[in-house]
Each structure stands twice: as structure tokens, then as C-alpha cells.
């Protein structure tokens, strides 16, 4: 599903936290949101996912305008947020079937998509297990799974990662790209770890809620004169 930002403009009080942002997500691909802590990142899932009221400008999800078409354009998107919003105490299973009610899955559409995608992270054995049990890891695949229960066309994740060990990010990533190929997912991976995005990504730089930078990895590094992402990214930004 392609996605278009038009013009998207926050302020906080006398603060713009981002300035006429526009950008294209191609349907299928994998696109790295690439910004240092307090460029507007989590600002911008905000808009997108209607947790906060649009100042200026548009979302459409593959035409539908978010301003105009809320309800339809929000079933098309699966959110996983950076602060995890599983209910510790409850199963795995549990967690995953109120969400689908929330999404108005019926109990047998709830059960098949959970099994599914608990198999897809690996996870179908702990699936009677509190989430409270689970590691990092395997709760954000938990997160995973859950967003996409309603069979979404657009994946938004902000900061996965964060607080995770190298090897389970690494899982985590490598799963998210899976979910392009195989089942043409759009995804937006917001995130300040240059180690979790490829040259050949489509890459979206944001700092000071302005986008400095969009397109693939490596046209951005020549387009700088840098000799990779992470030279490129500080070149920008200043940060590390």
C-alpha cells in the first residue's frame, strides 16, 4: 500500500516539532525513519496513527485521506509503539484475542490469525504463558504478532529495538524485512541506531522535525560525499 505525507506540520506551543514534513512509502518496502532522540519521530506516528490531531496537512493510505476517511484509512495500519502496551498479566493468547475484538475479529478469525503469527515469530509455544515470563525479545514479537492480526497493509514501528540485546534486534529486524518480501508490507521503522538500517533501504532522515534527507541509502551517502549511512547520518544530524 503506498503512502503519502503531505505537508505535516506540529507545534507545541511556540515549538514546532516538525516543519512541512512530505514523503512517499512504497508499497512493499521496507523504510528506515532514521532520526536521532527528539527529532520528531515518535511525533510524526503520532499523526499517523491518530494519536495526535493533524495541524497541517494529510495522510492518505493508498488514496484514502486520514483527515477525511479516518476509520478506513486506520484499519489499513498495524502499530507497534515504543513503550510496550501488552498487558503483562495476561497470557500471550490473551493479549492477542483482545486485540482482535478491539479490530472486531470473531473468535475463529481471532484463533486462526493468532496461531499464524505467533508461528510466523516463533512464539506458538508460549502462547499460555504470561507475557510477564517473556523476555524483550520475544515480548516486541509478541507486539509484532498482535499488530498484525487484522491483516494490515502498512506496519508502523517506532524504536522496536530500543533497551533490546544485539542478537534479538537483529531477529526482530531480519523478521520486519521478511514480512516486506514475502507478503508486500509496508513498513516505516522509525529509529537512532544506524546499525539497523541497509544502503540500499529507503531512508528517511528527520532532525529537528525537518526532513533533511529521503531516498535510497546509498544515493543519500553519494549525494553527501560520505562513504556510508553512518558518515552521512552525522554529517546531517551532528549526531553520532
Known amino acids: 500500500m503506498t503512502v503519502e505525507a503531505i505537508n505535516l506540520s506540529f507545534r507545541y506551543g511556540d515549538k514546532t516539532v516538525l516543519d512541512e514534513v512530505s514523503f512517499t512509502l512504497t508499497s512493499g518496502r521496507f523504510h528506515a525513519l532514521l532520526g536521532p532522540n527528539g527529532a520528531g519521530k515518535s511525533t510524526l506516528f503520532g499523526l499517523l496513527t491518530r494519536l495526535l490531531a493533524l495541524h497541517q496537512g494529510d495522510v492518505r493510505l493508498a488514496g484514502q485521506s486520514l483527515q477525511k476517511q479516518p476509520a478506513d484509512a486506520m484499519r489499513q495500519i498495524g502499530v507497534v509503539f515504543q513503550q510496550n502496551a501488552l498487558d503483562l ?33 516463533g512464539l506458538q509455544d508460549r502462547a499460555n504463558d504470561t507475557v510477564r515470563t517473556l523476555n524483550g525479545g520475544h515480548r516486541r514479537r509478541v507486539e509484532i504478532a498482535r499488530a498484525l492480526l487484522h491483516q494490515p497493509s502498512l506496519l508502523l514501528l517506532d524504536e522496536p529495538t530500543v533497551g533490546l540485546d544485539v542478537a534479538s534486534r537483529k531477529a526482530i529486524n531480519n523478521h520486519v524485512r521478511t514480512l516486506c518480501e514475502q507478503d508486500g508490507l509496508t513498513v516505516l521503522w522509525a529509529t537512532h541506531l544506524i546499525e539497523e538500517v541497509r544502503e540500499d533501504d529507503q531512508v528517511l532522515i528527520l532532525h529537528q522535525g525537518r526532513l ?24 546531517l544530524t551532528g549526531a553520532g
Open 212 to 235: 533533511l534527507a529521503n531516498g535510497p541509502g546509498h544515493t543519500i551517502c553519494k549525494a553527501e560525499g560520505a562513504s556510508n549511512l553512518s558518515d552521512t547520518f552525522h554529517a
Open 89 to 121: 498479566d495476561l497470557t500471550v493468547s490473551q493479549n492477542l484475542h483482545y486485540h482482535a475484538a478491539l479490530h472486531g475479529l470473531s473468535r475463529k478469525e481471532a484463533r486462526v490469525q493468532a496461531e499464524l503469527e505467533l508461528e510466523r515469530v
